[in-house]
């Protein structure tokens, strides 16, 4: 089964900015939706942004303007830019593999947005 681990989280002031990174341990981006969700406490997780397997790019309502998935084939691995940020950005961020296997999760890496 592949294997997804995020890196980059941090805190940061808000309107700072960080980039994160998703390493897949093989090449997937081909196979089914590959993306970012996050959860704050107390909420349930939602859908940042993702690719589906053509392409195409969905974000949420929230994150439009701001931030920017992107991936890279070669190197396995997805980014997630975040610009911005605000306090309601605050969650723990997941990278996310979706086909008709099932979903594949990370372990998730928290980002803090606070003065």
């Known amino acids: 089964q592949v294997q997804l681990v995020e890196s980059g989280g941090g805190l940061v002031q808000p309107g700072g900015s960080l980039r994160l990174s998703c390493a897949a341990s093989?090449?997937?981006?081909?196979?089914?939706?590959m993306g970012w969700y996050r959860q704050a406490p107390g909420k349930e997780r939602e859908l940042v942004a993702r690719?589906?397997?053509?392409?195409?790019?969905t974000y949420a309502d929230s994150v439009k303007g701001r931030f920017t998935i992107s991936r890279d084939k070669a190197r396995k691995t997805l980014f997630l830019q975040m610009n911005s940020l605000k306090p309601e950005d605050t969650a723990v961020y997941y990278c996310?593999?979706?086909?008709?296997?099932?979903?594949?999760w990370g372990r998730g890496t928290q980002v803090t947005v606070s003065s």
């Open positions: 690719f589906s397997r053509d392409g195409i790019v």
């Open positions: 996310n593999h979706s086909s008709n296997w099932g979903p594949v």
């Open positions: 093989r090449d997937i981006f081909a196979f089914g939706y």
